[in-house]
């Protein structure tokens, strides 16, 4: 029998805790219910992260900006946006 992996278990525990699945995960699928864990982490392959190390020895740090779609993946994972 199939065991969904750990992030597809959360996934799947907290959209069915919450009564609402993803929107616009997949193609032709609305609130979708059971995402797979490649679908999730491929909506995030153009995410672009940066450190900057400046001379006074501080690093500061910059993510791009999330679409909607990318903040709820990371909610239903119980993962913070920043």
């Known amino acids: ?9 959360s996934a799947r525990k907290n959209i069915q805790a919450r009564g609402k699945g993803l929107e616009n995960c997949m193609p032709n699928r609305k609130d979708y219910q059971a995402p797979e864990a490649e679908y999730l982490l491929q909506k995030f392959e153009h995410v672009v992260s940066r450190i900057i190390r400046l001379p006074d020895e501080k690093n500061y740090g ?19 946006e920043r």
């Open 1 to 9: 029998m199939f065991q969904p992996i750990p992030i597809e278990r």
């Open 62 to 80: 910059s993510v791009s900006e999330l679409t909607e779609l990318q903040s709820d993946i990371l909610v239903i994972l119980d993962l913070p």
